[in-house]
């Protein structure tokens, strides 16, 4: 039998194994391709994996080496994914950022503290802030210079540009198990995890998060996913996905 692959990545919160979408995609790419994956958590991202020179995180491509989740997908269906994965980067990701990193209700009260604790002693009273700051650098480079010009207008833009996306999620999405069918895809574990998150914080400020909830497929589809490929207690990994400090 094969040595399992290993995943460095952020521990569970929220009622999810992971809190960050990155991590919460390859974790479920995984579940969905019967992956031999084990799962080290992460509370320090600038430590290395062992003695290995590449930082934390591994990413999804590294899993689809061997694992395919898409192997019987038509041409059609593959370009399908590819159009929903640019939409979901374009139109949803960035007010994801926005709402957890850049709205200061939310930030402070959920996102930060969340890190915080989950973070050891002293890193947990800076890192937090030096991740915000790299979120709002990542946003400019989405937005580009607009938002500083018209910060407000060009919110609220983005907010009804991410509410349609969801929508349009929905209406894709219909009362089908999966995005392709009854077997789950790439397509799957990459909405899952941009999904997930918003739905299970608990967020002081939830605008998106309220459209997301009166979205009932939408929210099955995800709870589904977790009841299936999940089924662990209070957010930690089930077993038989093995974890570690780290």
């Known amino acids: 039998m094969a040595a399992p692959m290993e995943l460095f990545c952020w521990a569970g919160g929220w009622g999810l194994p992971s809190v960050d979408p990155d991590c919460l995609a390859v974790l479920t790419y995984a579940r969905f391709t019967g992956a031999p994956l084990k799962v080290h958590k992460v509370t320090n991202p600038w430590r290395r994996a062992g003695a290995q020179d590449n930082p934390w995180p591994h990413t999804v491509p590294f899993i689809r080496q061997k694992y395919n989740a898409d192997y019987d997908l038509s041409a059609r269906q593959g370009a399908d994914t590819l159009a929903f994965v640019s939409l979901l980067e374009e139109k949803l990701l960035p007010v994801l950022i926005h709402t957890f990193w850049v709205d200061a209700k939310n930030y402070v009260e959920h996102t930060r503290k969340w890190y915080a604790e989950a973070m050891p002693f002293p890193l947990n009273f800076f890192l937090p802030n030096r991740m915000h700051k790299r979120q709002l650098q990542r946003l ?60 299970k914080a608990r967020l002081p400020n939830g605008k998106l998060q309220q459209h997301l909830k009166s979205l009932q497929n939408l929210c099955d589809y995800c709870t589904s996913i977790l009841s299936l490929y999940f089924p662990w207690d209070g957010g930690e990994l089930a077993v038989g996905a093995p974890t570690a400090a780290w």
Do not use: I, N
């Not at 609220?156 to 996306?165: Q, T």
């Not at 969801?166 to 799957?188: I, M």
């Open 140 to 199: 400019q480079l989405m937005w580009g210079d607009s938002c500083l010009e018209d910060e407000e207008e060009l919110e609220k833009e983005m907010y009804r540009e991410a509410l349609e996306c969801l929508t349009l999620l929905s209406q894709r999405l219909g009362d089908q198990k999966f995005f392709f069918g009854d077997s789950p895809a790439s397509l799957d574990a990459f909405v899952f995890s941009h999904l997930a998150p918003l739905l």
